[in-house]
């Protein structure tokens, strides 16, 4: 079907204390691996990419990709450009039809962080697309953001439910101890503040930096009100890990083969993500 707005399937799963998993691709092959992994599991998608695959691959080249491909199958898809500091990549992101985007100002200043994000809520609600914002700062790499430990903030309650009323977004990101990348150590999320931001603020929770983090406490995080859950680092390491080990056969030259192996690799991780975050069959009720 084509491409749906994503607030739409974010509210219903939380309705239903379900998250909508957020992948972040890169290639044709993960687009597929992603759509046809909730196509086999009758779950909603949110596809997702940062200003650096952009770089890479093209705005809109990804936007045809995923949007013929969304019509081959019959979940409902949406495409959301994670992480994006800035508003002209925004708009051609909207122009080449993307249905959400996160505006990400959290190297500014808090005034001009908020102009920034209801300038980007205004164009972007005339459109009809959703917009995410963040508060605090989740630690860790996305991209080439960098954000060092000593820096990592956590999201304060009272200051979520201002920044939410300052700009308009439509779901918030919080940083309540998952950090972008690999999580290193035994992370630890604080239940406490997420049930806390949760009575105070309307808009969907979201949850960056979740790679590594043990299914139980994600599981945990969503039955509190975390309602789409972002996946990044942890599609990258098996697709990884699939082509190291067909190129240790030294005759190995035919990319059907090896990212054939990839594209494999990155769907089980998919389809178990679905899974963790409850939406198996979900796809019925859209
Ligand atoms: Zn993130």
Avoid: W
């Amino acid at each position: 079907m084509p491409l749906v707005n994503s607030l739409e399937l974010i509210q219903k799963a939380r309705d239903h204390k379900k998250a909508i998993a957020a992948f972040n691709i890169h290639n044709l092959e993960t687009i597929q691996a992603v759509i046809e992994g909730a196509a086999e599991l009758n779950s909603p998608v949110i596809i997702a990419t940062t200003p650096g695959t952009l770089g890479h691959a093209g705005i809109e080249n990804i936007a045809a990709i995923v949007k013929v491909l969304a019509l081959q199958v019959n979940i409902p898809i949406a495409l959301h450009m994670d992480h994006c500091t800035s508003f002209d990549t925004i708009v051609e992101c909207i122009k080449s039809g993307y249905t959400s985007v996160m505006i990400d100002g959290a190297h500014l200043e808090y005034s001009e962080n908020v102009e920034l994000v209801k300038a980007v809520v205004r164009m972007a609600h005339a459109v009809g697309v959703q917009v995410e914002g963040e508060i605090g700062k989740i630690g860790g790499v996305e991209d080439d953001l960098f954000v060092n430990e000593a820096d990592a903030a956590f999201t304060v309650p009272a200051e979520a439910k201002k920044f939410v009323d300052d700009t308009g977004i439509d779901t918030l990101a919080v940083a309540i101890g998952t950090a972008h990348g690999m999580y290193k150590g035994e992370p630890k999320l604080d239940y406490k503040r997420i049930e806390e931001i949760k009575n105070l603020v309307e808009v969907p929770l979201v949850l960056h930096g979740a790679s590594g983090v043990p299914d139980e406490s994600v599981k945990k995080a969503i039955s509190l009100g975390m309602a789409k859950v972002n996946i990044a680092t942890e599609l990258k390491n098996p697709m990884v890990g699939a082509i190291r080990k067909s190129l240790l056969n030294p005759e190995q030259n035919d990319p059907r083969k090896y990212m054939g192996a990839a594209k494999e690799a990155v769907k089980e991780v998919v389809k178990n993500k679905i899974k963790l975050c409850g939406t198996v069959g979900f796809a019925a009720e859209f």
